[in-house]
């Protein structure tokens, strides 16, 4: 039987991945049964397409994934770019002068199909021992640049954004807050890292094109497929979530997600520990959830 969804949008970090940074065995048996429904599953991520093909691979997925928050949508199994929203060069170097001024390294995130790279790391500020485990880790190419001007690809940023721990960040967030209004989208909180990897509390600052979000790129995704977005469902966790589960027809939040992100959402699957994913879908191939 036809589920009554025809997509669904799935988060990776606190979503579809646990404490440990693996896929459950349960959730992975959960997706294929989507497939085999003639769900279509489409990965909706923060993390640029680079951190995430280990995952990919591991869950199977060669079908469209949304990262860098909803600024690029890409075919997994080719890694071609199918749509991206690039930043103002002129918005990227205001964000950029106030990383910098701040003490911090900016990190500008390119679009690695047309650069050859992933981030280019600006300034000479010491690169956090966050990042630097993080790239390590996730086999992330870095390109060095002393300051903006030395940006080989200006016209290819999808996200500017900075590490530190909460107290650094939360006051620079606060005023680029007020001083860059509608011209970005501007997100911060606490990153999902190992701890014993950082030694302390790490806090993300991220901004992209105005207008760019997870929910945006799942509505583009599902014109260019003919699929009605009252057909539709997103599942997800954190702050950057919350336009996905707002909007989609069926708004799934995580027993472990932001109160942002439940105050939005229709329905309510257990925590990433106890695989939610994998209790959501069996909700939805079963019609007992519903748009």
Not at 75 to 88: I, Q, V
Not at 97 to 118: E, S
Not at 252 to 270: C, F, K, L, Q, S
Request: with cysteine.
């Amino acid at each position: 039987m036809r589920p009554g969804i025809d997509a669904i949008a799935i988060d990776l970090d606190g979503t579809l991945l646990g404490r440990d940074g693996a896929v459950s065995a349960r959730n992975i048996d959960a997706l294929d049964q989507a497939r085999r429904a003639g769900l279509r599953v489409v990965i909706a991520t923060g993390r640029a397409l680079a951190e995430c093909t280990d995952i990919l691979a591991a869950i199977g997925h060669d079908g469209p994934v949304i990262h860098a928050g909803g600024s690029m949508l890409s075919d997994a199994a080719s890694g071609r770019t199918l749509e991206r929203r690039t930043m103002d060069p002129e918005v990227v170097a205001m964000l950029t002068d106030a990383i910098l001024d701040d003490a911090h390294r900016a990190l500008v995130l390119k679009d690695g199909t047309d650069t050859g790279y992933d981030y280019l790391a600006v300034g000479d500020h010491e690169l956090h021992p966050a990042s630097r485990w993080w790239f390590s880790a996730r086999g992330v190419r870095v390109r060095e640049a002393p300051a903006l001007h030395a940006d080989p690809h200006p016209g290819v940023t999808v996200r500017v954004g900075a590490v530190a721990c909460s107290q650094r960040l939360r006051p620079l967030a606060e005023r680029l807050a007020q001083t860059m209004g509608p011209r970005c989208e501007l997100q911060h909180w606490s990153a999902v890292t190992e701890t014993e990897a950082t030694g302390s509390g790490v806090h993300l600052l991220e901004a992209f094109a105005a207008g760019a979000d997870k929910w945006s790129m799942f509505e583009t995704w599902c014109r260019r497929e003919g699929i009605s977005t009252a057909r539709t469902a997103g599942i997800g966790d954190g702050l950057n979530d919350v336009p996905l589960v707002r909007n989609a027809a069926l708004g799934i939040a995580m027993g472990n997600a932001d109160p942002r992100v439940a105050a939005v959402a229709r329905v309510h699957a257990p925590a990433a520990e106890h695989d939610g994913v994998a209790t959501a879908i069996g909700h939805v191939l079963s019609r007992a959830w519903a748009p």
